[in-house]
Each structure stands twice: as structure tokens, then as C-alpha cells.
């Protein structure tokens, strides 16, 4: 009976000391993979690292690539295009102006009436359409035909005292976010269509002539006065309510930014200098690259999986397009090399920009103590439902190194303008203001990244300077800036200044 009995205790013991060792291989195993888990991070977060040495590196590398594609074409991976506006508002304009902002699956007309200095904008109107599919892969006829026909329904309802003066034209900005080499401020041959359009018969043609010929067709009486980018539009719109503003940055899906040069520190403007002695320049800067930007593993194979491989690289590491993307590459890896969400990979987190931005910003945003914006949205986009608090951290950890890059490297971008427009140093003691137009959905709506980038630039800046440097929000320049560029280049401004 005793010898059943310590044989017993024995099996027991010998049971319990096998669970025991399990747990303990499980617990070093778990571990194992954590502290792989967490190497990947750090090293990613290493690889991020955005000092501010290497910020002024990268400020100064877009300096010189500023100044290279200023002096000839193709100079620099900047293409520093020529807007051929030389005249920004000043909010002088009178008169009702018309808007037309193309630049994806949909479009918008809009019409502004301005009142001058008093007034400014007196009223506004607008309405978006949808492009019907079959039109965007169609021909150059059908699309600007269909154009056309939408523009002249808006302009059927002109309400009371929302006319343009007896015996004049109507006057339209066209707002057309597609690759254009511009020839003059009302004309453009179109270089290739993106977002989905594939209209062969319309590359190469001019895409304002294409609108005027389709206007004219339906006896629609309105004048093309000015061809301009979204990224321009917005420094009008910033330079209409305050006059100080001098560049001007979108950061949203993509990114750009504009500002105002010199015309006769334009090497390759062999035209007549513009009375202004000013020239905006539509810098195309998503296109921008430095041996000093801290690109990483998941950036390189982000951009050779892109459509446009080797190209934007700027861009695939500041904008919204990107971001989330980057997110998700990293916790692949994790998810892959070290387990990270047990033992098989989550399929959704193979979905490459599944995870979007607006999606990392509510992550990253998230206050909770027990980090339930985090859990349902891995729950609700990765079907990923058993995160512990101490993995939620990790993905935060992550989500602010990607935003934290990406704004730091921003701000850099706007410090490299501000230094090409010797607004970095104070001249004689005399402080001039410098006010920077922001526009576009991350700025706008990724808090976190907005703050990051403008506590960056007040750093690269120091004390003294960042006081008169100040970043304003500027909202819908690819409408209503449309709209103030015809107003500054309207045919009657000279019969009416005489």
C-alpha cells in the first residue's frame, strides 16, 4: 500500500515537474520571441532616427536640389516646375469667378463672389460630381463633353446678384492635379494620366484647349484664365487672407509644396521677366532624395512593390498614402519572425494598405488606459482579437516612430524653403514675417503629426527666428485658390486699374 502510494507521489511529482518545465520552456520561448519581437522595433526605431544634425543635413540637401532644378530641366530630382503665375491675390478682386478642381473620381465646380479688401469672400457655391467609370478610360471628347455639360448646369443657377457684369466673360481657374508640363498659365499638355484614368488620345494634348473646345461645342461662354496645381492654389488661397504667406505645403494622401522665387534667380526662365520681378514655382517636392533620409527595409520593399518604383521616395516616408503602409510592414515581421500575434501570421495583415493612416492616427491618438481604440481596430481591420495591453503599447510604440519620421522629416523639407528664401536669419534687425500655407488631410487631422512637425521646425529654427515664422492652416486651395488665380489674372484687371 505505501509503495502504491509513494509510486504515486512520484508519477505526481515527475507530472508536475514536466508541467512545470513546459511552462518554463513556453515562458522562455514567449520571452524568446518578445525580446525578438522587440529587437525588431528597436532597430526599425533606430534606423528612424531623425536627429536634428541629420534634419539639417536634409534641409540643406533641398536647398541644393532647389537650386539645381532652377537652373535647368531636368537638373534635379525637384522638378521646381514654372507655374507662370506671377501675379498671387491681394485681395483686392472684385466680381464673380468660377473654380474647376479635377483631380480624381470626382470633380468640383464652384463659383466665388469677391468683394475686395472690405468684403473679401461674399458668397460661395459648389457642387461635386461623380465621374461615371466608362468616362475615365474613354475618350478626351467624352470626358471634357461630360465636363462641360456639369459646368454648364452650375452655371444655370446663378442666383440673384450672382452675375458676372454685363458684356463681360465668365472667367474660370482650372485646378487639374494630373502630371502636366505647363506652356503658359492657361495652357498645359497632359504627361500621363494617374488614379485610374487611361485616356490614350488625351496625353500629350493640351487639357485646357480639350475644356475650351468642349465648352464651345455647348455654346458655353467661359474663358480658361489660369491652369494651376492644387499645391499652388492653396499658396493663393494662404496669400489672399494674409499677405506674409510665401509658400505653401499640402500634406495628405500625397504631398507637395510651392512657393514664391526671385524670377531672375531662375536660370532656366528664358522668358521676359513678369512685372511682379516674381515667379511661383510648383516645387513637385514628393519627388526628393538624400543619401541623408533614413530609409529603412520596409521602405526599400514598399517602393519596389509601388507602381512607381525608385520614384517619390520623399513622399512613400512623409504622406498619408504611405504611413499606415509602413505600420503594417513592420508588424509582419513581427507577426512572421517572432510571432508577435501567436503562432500563425493573421492573413489580413498580409493585405498590403489594408491598414490606412486615419486608422494608425486613432491608434496613436488613443487615450484609454486599456487601449480599446487599439484593440477593436485590430479586431475590426486585421480580425486580430487577442492583443494583451502590453502588445497594444508596442503597436502605439510603433505607430508614433513612423509618425514622429515623417513629421520630423516634413518639417526639414519646409526648413530647406525658408533657408533657399533667406528667411532663416534675421536681416539689419528687422523681422519680417514668414507665414507657411498648410493644407491637406494629415495635416489637418493627424494631430500628433502636426504637432510633431511644428515643434520641429520651431527647433531647427531656434527662438529667435521662429517667432516670426508661423504655419496657418489654409483650407481648399485647389477650389477656392483656383478661383482667386482667375481673379488675379482676369482680361478686364487692366481696363479696370486704367
Not at 156 to 161: F, H, I, R
Not at 240 to 248: F, G, L, P, S
Not at 311 to 327: D, H, T
Request: charged share 25%; glycine share 10%; proline share 3%.
Amino acid at each position: 500500500m505505501g509503495k502504491v502510494a509513494v509510486g504515486a507521489a512520484v508519477v505526481c511529482a515527475a507530472a508536475v515537474c514536466a508541467a512545470a518545465a513546459l511552462v518554463v520552456r513556453h515562458r522562455m520561448r514567449s520571452s524568446g520571441k518578445w525580446a525578438r519581437a522587440m529587437a525588431i522595433l528597436r532597430e526599425f526605431e533606430e534606423r528612424c532616427g531623425t536627429p536634428i544634425g541629420k534634419l539639417r543635413q536634409v534641409a540643406d540637401a533641398m536647398t541644393v536640389e532647389m537650386h539645381a532644378g532652377l537652373a535647368s530641366e531636368g537638373g534635379s530630382k525637384l522638378k521646381m516646375l514654372i507655374s507662370y503665375v506671377d501675379n498671387l491675390p491681394t485681395g483686392d478682386e472684385k466680381g464673380l469667378f468660377y473654380a474647376l478642381d479635377l483631380g480624381g473620381t470626382n470633380f468640383r465646380v464652384l463659383r466665388v463672389l469677391l468683394g475686395g479688401k472690405e468684403q473679401r469672400v461674399v458668397k460661395q457655391e459648389f457642387e461635386e460630381v461623380s465621374i461615371p467609370p466608362h468616362l475615365m478610360t474613354g475618350t478626351s471628347d467624352a470626358l471634357f463633353g461630360f465636363i462641360a455639360d456639369e459646368l454648364a448646369k452650375f452655371v444655370a443657377t446663378e442666383g440673384e446678384g450672382l452675375h458676372v457684369s454685363p458684356g463681360r466673360q465668365r472667367e474660370l481657374g482650372f485646378t487639374f492635379s494630373f502630371p502636366v508640363k505647363q506652356t503658359s498659365l492657361a495652357s498645359g499638355n497632359l504627361i500621363k494620366w494617374t488614379k485610374g484614368f487611361s485616356i490614350e488620345d488625351a496625353v500629350g494634348q493640351d487639357v485646357v484647349g480639350e475644356l475650351t473646345k468642349a465648352m464651345e461645342r455647348i455654346n458655353l461662354d467661359m474663358r480658361v484664365a489660369a491652369l494651376v496645381n492644387d499645391t499652388v492654389g492653396t499658396l493663393a488661397g494662404g496669400k489672399y487672407y494674409n499677405e506674409d504667406v510665401i509658400a505653401a505645403v499640402i500634406l495628405g494622401t500625397g504631398t507637395n509644396a510651392a512657393y514664391v522665387e526671385r524670377a531672375h534667380a531662375i536660370p532656366k526662365w528664358h522668358g521676359l521677366l513678369p512685372k511682379s520681378g516674381e515667379m511661383v514655382i510648383n516645387m513637385e517636392w514628393g519627388n526628393f532624395r538624400s543619401s541623408h533620409l533614413p530609409i529603412t527595409e520596409y521602405d526599400q520593399s514598399l517602393d519596389v512593390d509601388s507602381l512607381n518604383p525608385g520614384e517619390q521616395i520623399f513622399e512613400k516616408i512623409i504622406s498619408g498614402m504611405y504611413l499606415g503602409e509602413i505600420v503594417r510592414r513592420v508588424l509582419l515581421k513581427m507577426a512572421e519572425e517572432a510571432a508577435f500575434f501567436g503562432d500563425t501570421v493573421p492573413p489580413k495583415l498580409e493585405v498590403p494598405f489594408i491598414l490606412r493612416t486615419p486608422h494608425m492616427s486613432a491608434m496613436h491618438h488613443d487615450t484609454s488606459s486599456d487601449l480599446r481604440v487599439v484593440a477593436s481596430k485590430l479586431k475590426d481591420i486585421l480580425e486580430i482579437s487577442n492583443t494583451s495591453l502590453k502588445m497594444r503599447k508596442v503597436i502605439v510604440e510603433l505607430c508614433d516612430i513612423v509618425a514622429t519620421r515623417g513629421a520630423r522629416l516634413s518639417a526639414a523639407g519646409v526648413f530647406g524653403i525658408i533657408k533657399k528664401m533667406g528667411r532663416d536669419t534675421v536681416r539689419d534687425g528687422e523681422k519680417q514675417k514668414t507665414v507657411i500655407a498648410l493644407d491637406g488631410g494629415l495635416f489637418e487631422h493627424y494631430t500628433k503629426f502636426s504637432s510633431c512637425m511644428e515643434s520641429t521646425l520651431k527647433e531647427l529654427l531656434g527662438d529667435d527666428i521662429s517667432e516670426n515664422i508661423v504655419i496657418e492652416h489654409s483650407n481648399d486651395g485647389s477650389g477656392i485658390g483656383a478661383a482667386l488665380l482667375a481673379a488675379s489674372h482676369s482680361q478686364y484687371l487692366e481696363a479696370e486699374e486704367s
